[in-house]
């Protein structure tokens, strides 16, 4: 009796094991969200479209992906929105996490979230328009030298990123005050060159990408770029630091997940990422929009942003925006 009442608790066990095994999920069990926290038409955007490309097309994931933009408070809305979704969901994120905290404009950090990747850099540009009086970096460094608050100066999605600190470095080099300069603040790349073609604004700093297409039509003209040499395609464009302005910024962007993601939803993250940025397609994307690969995994982009929000931190502080 006692073997045989062994042998049902035995069995019931193995069934109730069974039963979970066949019923547990297997990630991701659900269609993937990349979150773009702008406006279409800016980088954070193409970003996210590109992932979303490369990785349906290459048939890295079998899941459904679809982008979502949540423009707003320079990546806030779009990041506190992150902070509620489930692992399938990720989003870009850039300098721009990092500054917002330090500048006191928000409340989150990058250990708010849980960083899976950083994915490329990119070169920025000064930009004005093609029938605007400032022509070279030179009339632009005089004009601002005479009257700081005389021209308009967009940047985006928020005060303090990349695009920004890039630009600060070179007025300080120049002998301009940074917090003399009249910023306007947009939501994302594609506003701020659409207010410049407009004549809404004077000057852009903003990534080469944004603005090359816009250059080599002759709409706008981009005065210098923030790159150690010049870009192919815009052999015409100077570095600064041929302007005589030694500054060498790239801009990086990557990804990252909510908070407390599981470990094998991160195994999952960095195997399909670590695949995508191994194809030609995504090489592609990068030589087209003027990207650098500079690829990390999740281990290494943790690093990475905790060495980033040092320097930020420091170059913040000596830009007088603390």
């Known amino acids: 009796m ?18 979970k095994n066949e019923n547990s999920e297997v990630f991701p069990s659900k269609d993937l969200h990349i979150i773009a926290s702008a406006s279409p038409g800016g980088g954070w955007d193409r ?14 994931t079998k899941q ?8 707003g408070g320079g990546g806030e809305v779009g990041w506190r929105y992150l902070q509620n979704q489930n692992s399938n969901a990720i989003s870009v994120n850039s300098s721009l996490l990092l500054t917002n905290h330090l500048l006191g404009q928000s409340q989150l950090t990058y250990e708010d979230f849980t960083p899976l990747a950083i994915l490329a850099t990119e070169w920025i540009s000064v930009t004005v328009n093609k029938e605007s009086k400032i022509q070279t970096t030179s009339d632009l460094i005089s004009q601002l030298k005479r009257d700081p608050k005389s021209l308009k100066v967009g940047i985006a999605p928020g005060l303090g990123n990349g695009d920004q600190l890039s630009f600060v470095q070179i007025l300080k080099k120049a002998g301009v005050d940074p ?10 790349g594609g506003e701020i060159v659409n207010a410049l073609l407009e004549g809404k604004i004077d000057v852009i700093t903003t ?11 002759g709409n706008l003209q981009i005065l210098a770029v923030s790159s150690e040499k010049r870009i192919e395609g815009l052999e015409d464009v100077p570095t600064w630091t041929e302007e005589g302005i030694e500054i060498v910024f790239p801009h990086w962007r990557g990804i990252m997940g909510p908070p407390d993601m599981k470990d094998e939803e991160v ?20 030589k087209n929009n ?9 281990d290494q982009a943790k690093e990475f942003l905790k060495e980033q929000n040092k320097l930020y931190y420091e170059l913040l502080n000596d830009s007088g925006l603390l």
């Open 207 to 217: 990534a080469v990408s944004e603005v090359e297409e816009h250059h080599q039509e």
């Open 2 to 19: 006692k073997k045989v009442l062994v042998l049902m608790i035995s069995f019931l066990l193995l069934t109730s094991c069974f039963q």
């Open 64 to 71: 459904s992906i679809t982008v979502e933009n949540k423009p």
């Open 179 to 188: 917090a003399d300069i009249d910023f306007v603040v947009y939501d994302s």
């Open 290 to 298: 003027e990207w650098n690969n500079f690829y990390k995994n999740s």
């Open 47 to 60: 970003t996210a479209r590109s992932i979303k490309r490369v990785l349906s097309e290459a048939g890295i």
């Open 267 to 286: 195994s999952y993250w960095n195997d399909v990422i670590e695949e995508m940025v191994k194809t030609e397609e995504w090489k592609e994307i990068l």
